[in-house]
């Protein structure tokens, strides 16, 4: 019965169901040469297969070569060997009556044979190219880079020594409550304006403040460079950010320090404390960072080539994320490039359990 979704059509116009697509495929790769353009879904006669003649080539190769190529050739074939079975295929395989599977494939396979030669030929010649390739970039590889001893430890000491209330200072430990009090008040009050429809979005940040505000504080805003995720309210606090900017921020204001109120909140940037504009993207912040670092050493190798005094606390970069974003390509990279170049980036890892694409 015709509907709106499939009407009723000459059956010239419709389309080919599965099991046709499966016939076709099956059967065009079988033919032999007729007056039917290849892929357009025609199939010769079965007496067609039957009778076509066993050629010279067919008959240099036996039939698990023939097979072989076959499947490599054809991939769905034994997929589409039922849909070929029902319109007669096991008669053209046979070729004739009496004849075995393998005398079918045998006397119908010529073409195929051919091209299983060329397949070897153009193999060979790729491997050909692939020796000169080789040959090529080992002449182009450092000759001391092999001699280089491979690390057979890390160097330095991992070890952490607790600090106690009398390291630090009553004023620095107030500091760094007041610091961790005021992110979760705001994040408190930011998901109440966004339940009250007088914010527009919020990403909460509670449960991060501790390591946040103790990295922080390690840090100068205008100084060093930062690229934060959007779980980075405490240390966005901690390098200068004020709460004013961070409400700002959260509803929209064109004194938005992030982007003119153009960008979502906790979303952090801000071009006075070199805090990168922050992405959605997960793990996007990990590569600018590299860029940061590598910017800094440039700058620092061409003040002293100009004879500049070094400047007292050198330049680092601080770039975080959650655990799911070191399941991301550019975490892996970005770490690698900063490990192998000696770069002053700390990435700070924030395992949240709070991964949205995987588990850990």
């Known amino acids: 019965m015709a509907s709106e979704n499939s009407p009723d059509l000459p059956a010239d116009d419709r389309r080919p169901s599965p099991s046709d697509a499966g016939r076709y495929t099956t059967r065009t790769f079988l033919s032999p040469e007729t007056d039917a353009p290849a892929g357009d879904g025609a199939t ?18 036996d039939a698990g070569q023939l097979r072989a190529a076959l499947e490599a050739d054809a991939p769905t074939a034994t997929d589409e060997a039922p849909a070929a079975e029902a319109d007669g295929a096991p008669d053209a395989l046979a070729g004739s009556e009496g004849a075995t599977p393998a005398e079918g494939l045998s006397s ?22 692939t020796e000169d390739i080789d040959a090529a970039f080992e002449e182009e590889v450092d000759p001391g880079k092999a001699d280089v001893p491979a690390p057979t430890g890390f ?9 106690t209330i009398e390291d ?3 004023e620095t430990l107030m500091a760094c409550l007041r610091t961790m009090m005021t992110s979760r008040r705001l994040d408190e009050k930011m998901l109440t304006l966004l339940k009250q429809g ?3 979005f919020h990403i909460g940040s509670s449960g991060h403040e501790a390591t946040q505000t103790a990295l922080g504080r390690a840090f100068v805003g205008g100084h060093d460079a930062f690229c934060f995720y959007y779980r980075d309210l405490s240390t966005a606090l901690s390098v200068g950010m004020t709460v004013e900017e961070i409400l700002r921020a ?28 922050t992405s959605s993207s997960v793990g ?11 910017a800094h050493r440039r700058d620092a190798a061409a003040a002293e080539k100009a004879g500049e005094p070094a400047l007292d606390t050198p330049k680092a970069v601080y770039v975080s994320g959650g655990e799911g974003s070191t399941s991301q390509g550019a975490f892996h990279e970005g770490l690698n490039w900063a490990a192998r170049e000696s770069l002053p980036v700390i990435f700070h890892i924030q395992d949240n359990g709070y991964a949205i694409s995987v588990p850990v």
């Open 44 to 61: 010769a006669p079965s007496e067609a297969l039957a009778d076509a003649a066993p050629t010279e080539s067919a008959a240099a190769l």
């Open 108 to 129: 119908e396979a010529a073409p195929v044979g051919e091209e299983l030669v060329d397949a070897e030929t153009s193999i060979e010649d790729d491997e050909d190219i």
């Open 155 to 163: 160097e330095g000491d991992l070890e952490v020594t607790p600090l």
């Open 168 to 170: 630090v200072g009553a």
């Open 198 to 200: 007088k914010g527009y």
């Open 250 to 277: 959260h509803f929209g204001k064109a004194a938005d320090p992030n982007g003119g109120g153009r960008q979502m909140p906790e979303h952090f940037g801000h071009r006075e404390l070199n805090i990168l504009s």
């Open 284 to 294: 996007a912040q990990y590569l600018p960072a590299v860029g940061f670092a590598l």
